[in-house]
């Protein structure tokens, strides 16, 4: 067991796409320790267990738009591929090693983790709803302060790079 991977690595590789998380095919073969061509070899030959609800490949579009970049992929031809919580499950039945099998659980762990604050969060949010009704006018100020709290932290704005001639 102490080969795992720690929750940390596993939870700054998940992104949230199109609404769902997911996890990049690359960040996946350096978990398993295995190269990508070999992951994605894998997918492709066992592709009647990956429908598009478990993997994808991004748009170049989506690729682009999302915060890791393009420069650590190293100006690769093709678009990465991308598994929901499901695909990364089925990962460890194509692969079949002790590493993928040890990385799956702890990866399905960090996933439902994630579920959990997600749930924790909503919930929280709407009993908060509730007591702004209940006692109105007299914790606005309270209120409000929470709200700001709960609110997702702005993203500074891009630098640009290259040359400009501004």
Known sequence: ???????????????QIIGKR???????????????????????????????DFMFQLTKQEFLSCQFGSSNRGG????PYVF??????????VLNSERAILVNIQIMRVFVSLRRVA??????KRKIDEMEKKYNGQFAVVFEAIRKLLEPLPQPPKRRIGFHSD
């Open 1 to 15: 067991m102490d080969r795992v991977v720690s929750v940390d690595k596993i939870e700054n590789r998940i992104y």
């Open 22 to 52: 997911v996890m990049m095919d690359k960040d996946l073969a350096e978990l398993y320790e295995v190269e990508t061509y070999q992951l994605t070899r894998q997918v492709r030959r066992n592709i009647d267990r990956f429908p598009i």
């Open 76 to 79: 690769t031809r093709y678009m």
């Open 84 to 93: 929901t919580q499901e695909g990364v499950a089925m990962l460890s039945s």
């Open 119 to 124: 749930v924790t969060y909503v919930g929280l």
